[in-house]
């Protein structure tokens, strides 16, 4: 301290503080299931109560979430498989005249039997700590299914409820004496009933966007499972009406354990070539270049997804059909997700990558600019002609779920190996027009693999991940995504080139045991994973 009259030593300047870094939204990595069947789906062949079915989705597969998602048709059982009272339901008869069985219309026995068995287990404590809600598959007119999901602002209340038996009355041709009079006469009284053509499938989405814009969804399964379903310009046109609720395709279709893989069964003829499964991916997101990306080209939000379309496994010693929720297909979600309605948020923003037999369990995959970095399902700013460094992570685990013997239980303790991952680069044109030659473009001729990946590349970080980085020039707007497997590039029957081959069906043999264990070998030695896209924006200098 100075003497008193003395001169005081100067304080030193201050050095201008740092910015603090861009606050972390609160999130973590989820997994989960967006299409799973239960006994109320009458083609489960009675074998998947509810309780067995979410059994197996959180007690054996260690789910964090799943969607619910029964065919919104006619329903003739219980939770359990037990036949409908007379008194809440509708006879039907074979061509005789014979009644065959009692029958409810779906939205009712959701409304009845799903959702209040959900809410008991979860107050009792059971699966507290899941996220679990009912959505629906619908046949949308002339085209195949949809899972649509209604949650309102309050997830599977009577209001969600009602207004999934709404979507019911008015979206498909059930009778109306299977609805309550008085819901009859005041849905009547405000829209037309709609269920026989494309432009009925564009006036229920509009009929969503009107009334949920926020808490409701409408996701594409197995596109290409049945030829001729969709064109691209329908697909366009199903987006363009809301890109807030149409922003989903199922490209990793379930169903894995019956012999033509996902169920696409259309004749074995090259026109049907893309009404096939492709490492047991549809071809609209499996084709390099394809549908997938001639959307994304535009710069659509439209994200791929794996799910089980859970009804069995197998049954009777004859029928396959598909994994369990959490066996096979898994999405990994990143997320703050505490309810149906923070999920669908999550689901909508898009950090989300797809994978089968978990080749991987983990992904980090960036694009990082001067300006920011973007990952998966955001777009990053960037100028024209700066090094853009793209960082690749991914982990996977010890053991996945292939089992030495279908259904015993007895895993073959196969850990899961990555062959190869490509970085797929394409370009981002803007948007079709309607009515243009653009608008039915199923293609994006710019995309390409900008570089292929191998053991060789990546190292093991201090972190346990296999990890790589490449730098590449800002050229034009464009998107990255991923594509890896646990297949060499030139595989017979498999790969060429790097490129899945159409999946050959399993044929039938004398012996089902036989042929269902082999088509589980078949399953878990084709592996893929998929990562939703990157886009980056550029600006000229």
């Known amino acids: 301290m100075p003497f008193f009259g003395a001169p005081a030593t100067p304080t030193p300047p201050v050095a201008p503080a740092e910015p603090p870094p861009p606050a972390a939204k609160p999130g973590r990595w989820t997994v989960g299931d967006l299409h799973i069947h239960t006994i109320q789906s009458e083609d489960t062949q009675q074998v998947s109560t509810l309780d067995q079915v979410l059994a197996l989705a959180f007690d054996r597969f260690g789910l964090d979430w799943a969607a619910l998602s029964n065919h919104l048709r006619e329903s003739s059982y219980d939770n359990d498989g037990n036949a409908l009272p007379p008194e809440i339901s509708f006879p039907r008869f074979d061509s005789n005249g014979n009644p065959l069985r009692r029958v409810m219309a779906f939205s009712l026995a959701m409304a009845k039997y799903e959702v209040p068995r959900i809410k008991a287990l979860q107050a009792s404590g059971k699966y507290a700590d899941k996220t679990i809600f009912s959505s629906f598959e619908w046949d949308m007119p002339t085209h195949d299914h949809g899972n649509v999901g209604i949650l309102t602002d309050n997830p599977m209340s009577d209001a969600a409820l009602k207004a999934v038996s709404q979507f019911e009355y008015l979206f498909t041709n059930r009778d109306p004496v299977m609805f309550p009079a008085d819901d009859v006469a005041a849905w009547s009284a405000k829209d037309a009933r709609a269920s026989s053509t494309h432009e009925d499938v564009l006036k ?39 890109p807030n609720i149409v922003f989903s395709l199922e490209g990793m279709v379930g169903n894995q354990m019956e012999g033509n893989r996902g169920g696409y069964v259309s004749a074995d003829i090259p026109a049907n070539l893309p009404s096939r499964t492709y490492g047991g991916v549809d071809y609209l997101v499996a084709k390099l270049g394809g549908s997938w990306d001639a959307l994304l080209s535009e710069g659509r939000r439209i994200w791929n997804v794996a799910d089980s379309d859970y009804h069995f496994t197998t049954s009777k010693g004859l029928f396959g059909s598909g994994y369990a929720p959490g066996e096979y297909a898994k999405n990994h979600l990143w997320g703050d997700i505490k309810d149906p309605k923070s999920l669908l948020a999550a689901f909508r ?20 600019s001067t300006k920011a970095t973007g990952e998966m399902g955001s777009e990053v700013a960037a100028s024209q002609g700066e090094d853009l460094k793209i960082t690749i992570r991914f982990k996977s685990p010890e053991r996945n779920n292939f089992e030495y013997q279908l259904g015993s239980g007895v895993y073959a303790n196969v850990k899961p190996v990555v062959d190869h991952v490509d970085l797929i680069a394409g370009d981002v044109t803007g948007p079709e027009t309607p009515g243009t030659p653009g608008y039915s473009r199923a293609v994006n001729p710019s995309t390409r693999v900008l570089k292929r990946f191998t053991r060789s590349d990546w190292k093991l970080d201090a972190e346990g991940y296999f990890s790589v980085s490449y730098t590449v020039k800002a050229g034009n707007n464009q998107y990255f995504r991923l594509r890896g497997t646990n297949l060499g590039t030139d595989v017979p029957d498999e790969t060429s ?39 980056v924006k550029v600006a000229a200098l």
């Open 497 to 535: 080139n790097g490129e899945p081959l159409p999946d050959a069906a399993t044929p039938d043999g004398t012996d089902p045991i036989r042929r269902f264990n082999t088509i589980n070998a078949r399953n878990y030695a084709d592996l893929w994973f998929y990562s939703n896209p990157i886009f």
């Open 204 to 242: 229920a989405i509009a009929w969503l966007k009107k009334n949920y814009p926020d808490t409701s969804y409408l996701q594409i399964n197995h596109p290409s499972r049945n030829v001729g379903k969709y064109t691209i310009a329908q697909l366009r046109e199903m987006n363009d009406a809301a």
């Open 349 to 368: 923003a898009g950090k989300l990558f797809a994978v089968n037999g978990d080749l991987i369990d983990a992904l980090d995959f960036k694009v990082q």
